[in-house]
């Protein structure tokens, strides 16, 4: 479904420059359609009313990667290398999304560096990606409160830029004013491996929050950056929620309770992470979000994270950050199996589970109308539908940004 909303037209990443002079050109990906994914069949009616609920609410993703990656997967390691990857801006209209945490790829540096947190790394792929939106009329920079609803009301995308882990900074506090400057509005505290601040979900010692960790939490907190803990150990993630005194987004994860892995969060996340008035992301990336019911991944696995979730806590702290990309997923995980965060560490001890080539249902960005559909076909009403695909997420940005 392309959105009738979203005003496209048709600027494709860096067209301003030279191909083949200015940059490397790669044959990339389809941006919609480049599987067979499945559309949640709906009746004429049930269809007419997802429009209206794309035409009369606010659409957040809370976690999605807006980058375009080659058709051939061998070419994805050169590809990230040079550092300039296309911006997916035909899929970000067909997704109908008014508001999208946009992540930057650590893959990027992990190509161009060992250290895919350091601060020259960072700056770099914010630089690149600021360069491209800017020469563009679709998508904008989010970075005040009043840019989210502008977004809807103009038939735009605010683009969040988001850090999935701090920079490795040290004790240098004043650089995280400089991500402020740069138009970072949420970051989470730490990767997967753990840094000077957190441990993170791939550490087998969780030393939770460090000292410099509660320093970040406080810096984070005054200048209006939004914490993110998706990656953050368990001890950590309770440090973080009860340190800061604003609420918290995990803005991609499902619940431990239905699959065993690390990367989900346990109940008692979730709950205090509520109490507080935060929301957790429903994520749906490759062999991620899958249940004992479901082993084959989509998009039903991810709603029954959903469920679940809104069973625990209520509906009111449930959003999506689907964690999803234009290109071939499952792929790009099995090129950085050392590097991201589904490493074998992560598959220990887990029940079989069948593989798939993508997510079905949710396979890139474009497909977010499914969710909507998925919860229209499921009887959710209007009021519900519009908290869990905008109105929480936005409650909470509004209670963490500083405009």
Same mark, same amino acid.
């Given at each position: 479904m392309t959105s009738k909303r979203k005003k496209y037209d048709g600027y494709q990443s860096f067209s301003y420059l030279e191909a083949g002079k200015d940059y490397r050109e790669f044959k990339l990906a389809k941006q919609v359609g480049r599987v067979n994914s499945t559309i949640i069949p709906l009746s004429k009616t049930e269809e007419e009313r997802v429009q209206e609920i794309f035409e009369k609410y606010l659409t957040i993703s809370t976690h999605d990667h807006l980058e375009v990656f080659p058709e051939d997967p061998s070419e994805t390691v050169e590809y990230l290398r040079r550092g300039r990857l296309f911006t997916g801006y035909e899929g970000i209209a067909a997704s109908g999304l008014d508001v999208i945490f946009a992540a930057l790829s650590d893959g990027v540096a992990l190509?161009?560096? %060992?250290?895919? @947190?350091? @601060? +020259? !790394?960072?700056? $770099?792929?914010?630089?690149?990606?600021?360069?491209?939106?800017? $020469?563009?009329?679709?998508?904008?920079?989010?970075?005040?409160?009043?840019?989210? %609803?502008?977004? $809807?009301e103009e038939g735009k995308t605010a683009i969040v830029i988001h850090l999935e882990s701090t920079p490795h900074i040290g004790t240098e506090l004043d650089k995280v004013d400089v991500l402020y400057g740069f138009g970072v509005r949420v970051m989470g505290i730490t990767y997967s491996e753990g840094n000077e601040f957190a441990s993170g979900i791939a550490n087998k010692h969780d030393g939770g929050l460090?000292?410099?960790?509660?320093? /970040?939490? +406080?810096?984070? !907190?005054? /200048?209006?950056?939004?914490?993110?803990?998706? =990656?953050?150990?368990?001890?950590?993630? /309770?440090?973080?929620?009860e340190a800061s005194k604003k609420p918290v987004f995990i803005t991609h994860a499902g619940a431990r309770a239905l699959w065993p892995s690390r990367r989900m969060k346990p109940d008692n996340v979730i709950q205090s992470l509520a109490e507080k008035g935060g929301v957790i992301g429903v994520e749906a990336a490759p062999h991620t979000t899958l249940t004992y019911n479901n082993r084959r991944h989509s998009i039903e696995s991810v709603m029954e994270h959903f469920e679940y979730i809104v069973k625990l806590v209520g509906i009111n702290h449930v959003a999506f950050g689907p964690d999803? /990309?234009?290109?071939? =997923?499952?792929a790009l995980h099995h090129t950085f199996a050392k590097e991201l965060s589904i490493t074998s560490a992560f598959r220990d001890n887990l029940p079989e589970f069948q593989e798939v080539p993508f997510?079905?249902?949710? +396979? !890139? %960005?474009? +497909?977010? %109308? !499914?969710?909507?559909? @998925?919860?229209?076909? $499921?009887?959710?009403?209007?009021?519900?539908?519009?908290?869990v695909v905008g109105e929480n997420a936005f409650r909470v940005i509004k209670q963490t940004w500083f405009k």
């Open positions: 190509a161009k560096s %060992p250290d895919a @947190w350091a @601060w +020259e !790394n960072v700056v $770099h792929q914010i630089g690149m990606f600021i360069s491209d939106v800017d $020469h563009q009329d679709l998508a904008f920079i989010a970075k005040r409160v009043d840019d989210i %609803p502008k977004a $809807h460090s000292d410099q960790g509660y320093n /970040l939490v +406080e810096r984070m !907190n005054k /200048l209006g950056i939004a914490i993110d803990i998706s =990656h953050s150990s368990d001890k950590a993630s /309770l440090d973080v929620i999803t /990309l234009f290109g071939d =997923h499952v997510v079905d249902g949710l +396979e !890139n %960005p474009s +497909e977010y %109308p !499914n969710i909507v559909r @998925w919860l229209v076909k $499921h009887g959710y009403s209007d009021q519900e539908i519009a908290k």
